[in-house]
C-alpha cells in the first residue's frame, strides 16, 4: 500500500535584516583633525604644570596618605580618590580581633589559597585564622566578600614584590599589621541576600550529640530539651540525648560548620519554613 504523502512544509520567511546604525560623525575638517586634538594637548598641558599625569613610583604612590593630601591640594582633586582607587583589590587586611574562625573566607577561594591557622591569643587561648598564599591569590575578592563580619577586606596596598615564593604567604599577624595602617578598605557586604536559606533539622534523625552546637563560631546553636516519649511495651527507645538543636537565625552566618560536623547528617540547607 502506498504511504500517504505529507504536504510540503512551508517556506522559512529569509531573516529580518539587521539595521546597523552608523557612528556618530566626529567634528569633520580642520576643526576634527587640528582644532580639537590641540585644544585638548594644551588643557593637559596646562593642567600639568600644577600636577603631573603621572606619579613617580617608588617615590610617589598612591596609598601613601601624605602623597594624596598633597596631591589634593595642588590639584583640588587627588588622583583616584573616591573612584578607582579606593575599590583596589590589594593586600588583605585582617581584624584578628573580630575574627570568628568561621573558614568562610577559606572556603569561598576560588584558588584554594587560604589556609586556616591558629593564632596564638596569649592566656593558653588560640583561635584559627586564614593565612593567604599570594603566589595562588587572584584577588578576586570573594573571600572578603563572604566574611560576615567584616574583619577580611581587601586594601590598596599593591606592593607584594619579594625574592622569594615563601615570602608571599601572609599570616594573620601580617595582615593585621595591614589593618592597623587604616589603608582605604574595599567596601564590604552589609546585608545579606532576602532569599538565604537558613538551616534546618531531620529531627528524626537527630541524637542530640551537641556537636553543632558545640562547633558552631557564633555560639548561635542552642540545645532545647525535648520531651522523652514513653515506650509502648516490647519497645525500645532509640539511643540518644533528649534534646535537639535550636538555631537563632539572626546570629547564624551561614558557614555550615553544623552541617559538616553532624555525624547523623540531620541538618541541611533549606527555605525558611
Ligand atoms: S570569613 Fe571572616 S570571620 Fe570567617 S574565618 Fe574568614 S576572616 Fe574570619
Ligand atoms: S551555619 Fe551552623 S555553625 Fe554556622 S553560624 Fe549558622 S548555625 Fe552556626
Ligand atoms: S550535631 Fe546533628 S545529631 Fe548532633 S545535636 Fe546537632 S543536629 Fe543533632
Redesign the pocket.
Same mark, same amino acid.
Request: proline fraction near 5%; include cysteine.
Given at each position: 500500500m502506498a504511504a500517504t504523502s505529507a504536504p510540503p512544509p512551508p517556506p522559512t520567511p529569509p531573516p529580518a535584516a539587521v539595521k546597523k546604525t552608523a557612528p556618530a560623525p566626529g567634528p569633520q575638517g580642520l576643526a576634527g583633525l587640528v582644532v580639537i586634538p590641540m585644544a585638548t594637548a594644551a588643557k593637559q598641558f596646562v593642567k600639568s604644570l600644577w600636577r603631573p599625569s603621572t606619579i613617580v613610583y617608588p617615590y610617589e604612590r598612591l596609598e601613601d596618605p601624605e602623597f594624596r593630601k598633597r596631591v589634593a591640594v595642588q590639584s583640588g582633586r587627588p588622583i583616584g580618590v573616591g573612584e578607582v582607587w579606593d575599590n583596589y583589590r590589594g593586600v588583605h587586611a585582617l581584624n584578628i580581633a573580630t575574627c570568628i574562625s568561621?573558614n568562610l573566607c577559606a572556603f569561598s577561594c576560588p584558588d584554594v589559597c587560604i589556609e586556616m591557622v591558629n593564632v596564638d591569643l596569649g592566656n593558653g587561648k588560640s583561635k584559627k585564622c586564614p593565612e593567604i598564599d599570594y603566589g595562588k591569590c587572584s584577588f578576586c575578592g570573594f573571600c572578603s566578600d563572604a566574611c560576615p563580619e567584616g574583619c577580611l577586606t581587601m586594601t590598596s596596598n599593591y606592593t607584594i614584590t619579594t625574592n622569594h615564593r615563601s615570602e608571599m604567604v601572609y599570616s594573620p599577624q601580617r595582615m593585621y599589621s595591614i589593618y592597623q595602617t587604616k589603608l582605604p578598605m574595599n567596601p564590604i557586604r552589609q546585608e545579606r541576600p532576602v532569599n538565604e536559606d537558613a /538551616?534546618l533539622l531531620d529531627q528524626d534523625l537527630c541524637i542530640g550529640c551537641n556537636a553543632?552546637a558545640r562547633?558552631?563560631?557564633?555560639k548561635? /546553636?542552642t540545645m532545647i530539651d525535648i520531651p522523652k516519649p514513653q515506650p509502648k511495651p516490647g519497645e525500645k527507645l532509640p539511643k540518644r540525648i533528649w534534646k535537639e538543636p535550636m538555631?537563632n537565625d539572626a546570629?547564624?552566618?551561614?558557614?555550615?560548620?553544623? /552541617?559538616s560536623v553532624c555525624p547523623k547528617e540531620c541538618?541541611y540547607w533549606g527555605a525558611h519554613p
Open positions: 568561621c /538551616i553543632c562547633d558552631c563560631p557564633t548561635c /546553636i538555631v546570629d547564624c552566618v551561614r558557614c555550615g560548620t553544623c /552541617i541538618l
